[in-house]
């Protein structure tokens, strides 16, 4: 199943119901006897980080064993996927996962995992949709203003994003060249760094996942001008499209899953899984996510290890168009 290509709504749908399907009832007796490391690619306060900590409490809380938050965040999160793909396979070493493990293979060529064969996809968690926004020093309170605005000045705009190689990169080199307008990319460790310097000023323009993004925008400190995936956020429903802007062909989602090394006993693979569903179908929990702009979004190991095979199919082509690579 091609999940890029579903509406968002039965996306969700199709994931919740196939995660209520793969709760074998021998799976209910592994539990971990000491600590669970849960890394994570990329500095604090970012989209992953955020994800991470609150499922890290909650699993916690389940186990009633301590689910441990490791921040490695370093060369857009190769550093992270390359510890976790080297870790034993004994269930006390997890890593959240995004979308950027199915586009960092094609531009760095020394890597040493491959999302396919390295890890043990256990579930999808959440989605989001990315961000334009620019520091309300820009004079532009809308997408049309910004794009006639950097057409005007070529070259003027930098835009940062949470590392080189990654989704909010990608979507921000569709947004120039679907506009046509230049502007230089200014990679950071993580989202949280990208967007103090958008909120200080640093930087003026950012694309950014949604979530750490709408405080700022609701306290006036930057703009949100419009989102990359297909429809409107239910957090920012005022806020537009990049299609409805006028930049049609422009849909680009962040999605957080949760992995633990290749061969990590099925038992393990199973238990979390089921854990994480439940975790996440809890109505509390999607309100809560959804406030700060998730989607909870469960899956199956099988579903899971799906999309990474068909992240890597949509993003190698325009990868190799964009002439990305790095040692």
């Not at 950027?100 to 491959?114: G, M, N, Q, V």
């Not at 390295?118 to 989605?127: C, E, G, N």
């Not at 057409?151 to 930098?158: E, M, Q, T």
């Amino acid at each position: 199943m091609r999940f890029e290509h579903l509406h968002p709504r039965y996306l969700n749908a199709v994931l919740l119901a196939a995660a209520a399907c793969v709760m074998p009832t021998h799976a209910q007796g592994w539990k971990p006897d000491k600590p669970v490391r849960l890394i994570v690619a990329y500095v604090p306060d970012g989209a992953a980080d955020v994800v991470s900590r609150f499922m890290a409490e909650r699993l916690s809380s389940v186990f009633g064993q301590q689910f441990v938050v490791d921040n490695r965040p370093g060369a857009t999160g190769t550093i992270a996927l390359d510890t976790l793909a080297k870790s034993a396979p004994d269930g006390y070493t997890l890593a959240n996962v995004g979308d950027s493990a199915t586009i960092l293979p094609f531009i760095y060529r020394k890597l040493t995992w491959d999302p396919r064969t390295s890890f043990a996809p256990i579930s999808l968690m959440t989605t989001q949709p990315l961000v334009l926004a620019v520091h309300v020093s820009v004079p532009a309170t809308t997408a049309k203003e910004f794009i006639a605005l950097a057409r005007a000045k070529p070259g003027f705009f930098v835009f940062g994003s949470s590392g080189t190689g990654n989704s909010q990169h990608l979507a921000g080199e569709l947004i120039k060249k679907v506009a046509g307008i230049n502007m230089t990319h200014v990679p950071y460790k993580g989202g949280g760094q990208a967007i103090i310097d958008l909120v200080g000023g640093q930087i003026p323009v950012a694309v950014l996942g949604s979530s750490p993004v709408i405080p700022y925008h609701r306290a006036g400190k930057v703009r949100i001008l419009a989102v990359t995936a297909r429809r409107r956020s239910s957090a920012l429903p005022d806020v537009p499209t990049l299609a409805e802007t006028g930049l049609p062909g422009i849909d680009v989602s962040q999605w957080l899953s949760l992995a633990a090394p290749a061969k990590t006993p099925k038992e393990i693979v199973t238990r979390l899984n089921a854990e994480v569903a439940k975790i996440l179908a809890a109505p509390s929990t999607r309100e809560k996510l959804e406030a700060i702009g998730f989607e909870a979004t469960p899956s199956s190991p099988q579903e899971l290890a799906a999309m990474y095979r068909a992240g890597m199919e949509r993003w190698g082509p325009l990868v190799k168009a964009l002439k990305l690579e790095l040692d």
